[in-house]
């Protein structure tokens, strides 16, 4: 089916207190993992490419292979323009053929970043309705280009989301609760800030997005380590805060260094075991059918699992 606008997707999700799956790419292998798990799962799905990503693949030949593949599949598939920080961003990418964008002004200050957000909104519903995601409120960790000391992240805070929201017109909010981009999320225990989410979610309604939400699998932290890599001790998401944050009112969750992580330990291992390999499609395989099991496992557990 052709490219799904995310708002259409939400409405179940709203309805029902399940969330959605974001899986970020920036090559063939990765979103071959997404859509093909999207189809074996009947799930829908939102495919994301950041700035950085799309300065790699390009944005002609990840909007098009991202098209060739959404047809093929009788899932909906939404893609995704993850942490734009400008209208030239937000243009590029509805211009392009995205089917939903984030405009991140969270480093602006409130007023700024309503100003920066409703200009997206204008802009992405004029042309094609297109869902706009804002944040307000700031993640630690990187993302990309984007770095934010522990020092100076801060929780969303209820009463300004509901002034950002009706003055700015986003159609979801990434709200920061206490999970933070990059493998490095948590120094001990998991403390996501679960009573502002139901908060939020009952002042504003709007599908609720949670960012830097990945599991950080210690094993496959152990593989690349064992492999030669050099991985710190990590901690992420349990599967306990993904349902008790799902069921306060996340309808999107957004998972990217599981996947890196996962596909790093796989071509690892695969170049060690098999040191006289040098087929790209033999090394990148077993990798990308292992990126796929974790993007299964995710659908089920996000509750999207049979829901398209």
């Known amino acids: 089916m052709p490219l799904?606008?995310?708002g259409r997707m939400y409405e179940k999700a709203n309805r029902e207190y399940y969330a959605i799956g974001q899986f970020n790419f920036s090559n063939l292998e990765f979103l071959q993992?997404?859509?093909?798990?999207?189809?074996?799962?009947?799930?829908?799905?939102?495919?994301?490419?950041?700035t950085g990503a799309i300065k790699y693949g390009g944005i002609r030949n990840l909007v098009n292979l991202t098209r060739t593949?959404?047809?093929k599949c009788s899932a909906p598939v939404?893609?995704?323009l993850d942490h734009g920080t400008s209208m030239d961003h937000i243009k590029m990418c509805v211009d392009a053929g995205f089917t939903s964008v984030m405009i991140d002004g969270s480093h602006h200050s409130l007023d700024e970043n309503i100003k920066l957000t409703r200009e997206a909104v204008e802009y992405a519903h004029k042309?094609?309705?297109i869902t706009v995601e804002a944040e307000l409120g700031r993640l630690?960790?990187?993302?990309?280009?984007?770095?934010?000391?522990?020092?100076?992240?801060?929780?969303?805070?209820?009463?300004?989301?509901?002034?950002?929201?009706?003055e700015s017109g986003c159609d979801s909010l990434a709200v920061a609760v206490g999970t933070s981009h990059g493998a490095y999320k948590f120094k001990g225990a998991v403390k996501i800030d679960f009573d502002r989410i139901a908060t939020i979610k009952k002042l504003l309604g709007i599908p609720l997005v949670l960012h830097g939400a990945s599991s950080?699998?210690?094993?496959s932290v152990a593989v690349i380590n064992q492999y030669g890599g050099k991985m710190k001790d990590t901690r992420g998401l349990d599967a306990e805060s993904y349902h008790k944050a799902i069921r306060n009112g996340i309808n999107k969750v957004n998972i990217d260094t599981d996947l890196r992580l996962k596909w790093t330990a796989v071509v690892r291992k695969t170049l060690h075991d098999k040191p006289e390999e040098f087929d790209p499609r033999n090394i990148l395989g077993p990798a990308r059918a292992a990126v796929k099991e974790i993007i299964k496992e995710k659908m089920k557990l996000l509750g999207s699992a049979g829901k398209a």
């Open 4 to 6: 799904e606008i995310l």
């Open 33 to 50: 993992s997404a859509v093909e798990a999207a189809e074996e799962m009947k799930s829908p799905v939102i495919v994301a490419c950041s």
């Open 69 to 71: 593949m959404a047809e």
């Open 78 to 80: 939404a893609l995704h």
């Open 127 to 129: 042309n094609g309705g």
């Open 140 to 166: 630690g960790g990187i993302e990309d280009d984007i770095k934010v000391d522990e020092a100076h992240a801060c929780l969303t805070d209820p009463q300004e989301a509901v002034r950002f929201v009706k």
């Open 216 to 219: 950080v699998d210690p094993e």
